[in-house]
């Protein structure tokens, strides 16, 4: 079995709370892995970790407890050239094309940019226009030695993933890639993203708030609420039949394509709680329609429910073993 290309084990980030004596525990414990060609999902709504475990990964945030190592490399003890490679190796599609991209710059300074910052300076305008058409800008010629402006929002989502491309990385971190995209497009740049998974092998880490957006682009989704990941699985299996109360109420709100099927939305009652004051026992309890009576105190850990899928719930404890 070839080792994943991305694993994260028992991650733990707190912050300073505003008070004195609070502490955000923005991530609590989380595990999880990728493989090679794989698209795994994070979701879950704002301000529940996923953004600050991408962010851990590239490097940008310093875990408080837990292990990450991307391709092989442990970015906790990692040296410069070793942090040098996997730098390389991972690349981030942000969120927001129109900010993410300087106006002056022509796309051909663009998409070559991280070459140049990682002292590859050879073939540049010939691998560009390699990046521009894997990222479906064709024929690349027409798009090389245009600036931003010119190009509609799905075509500079596209000039950005060309320059994550242009260094053939082996990990793609997209944090919410079509958020900030006209609908009409948002489908082409999923597609184009699940496409470099498939025919490059490339691991794509997609941060979402919209699990109904993604869920047709990703292999494998993992949910999070509060801190920690509350089920996992492969996507067609969680969205067919949901086993945490979150992940239900999630999709109970994602319209059915079919009118004549009827679904009834599950409103959460309140806000998500703040991570500097996470409800006892059960954290998802305050806001569950399942709860019951030891949810206030047990705190659920992450159980195996089949051999591919995980849930953190006490109506499986009992019949799970760990994951
Ligand atoms: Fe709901 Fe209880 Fe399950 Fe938590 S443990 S998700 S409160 S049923």
Redesign the pocket.
Known sequence: MTEPILTIRDLHIEFRGKQRHDVVRAVDGISLHLDRGEVLSLVGESGCGKTTTANAVLGLTTPTEGHISVAGIDIATADRKQMKAARAYMQMIAQDPYESLNPRMTIEDIVTEPLVVHGQQDDLRERALRALASAGLTPPEEFIDRRPHELSGGQRQRVVIAAALSIEPGLLIADEPVSMLDVSVRAGILNLLKQLADDKGIGVLMITHDLATVAAYSDRIAVMYLGRIVESGPTLDVIASPE???TRALLSVVPNHDPTVKTQPTLLVGETPDASNIPSG?R??PR?P???EP?SQID?VLLATSDDRTCA???YAEVSSPA
């Open positions: 945490h109360p979150y059960c998802f309890h569950c399942a709860a019951f949810c659920p719930c006490l109506l």
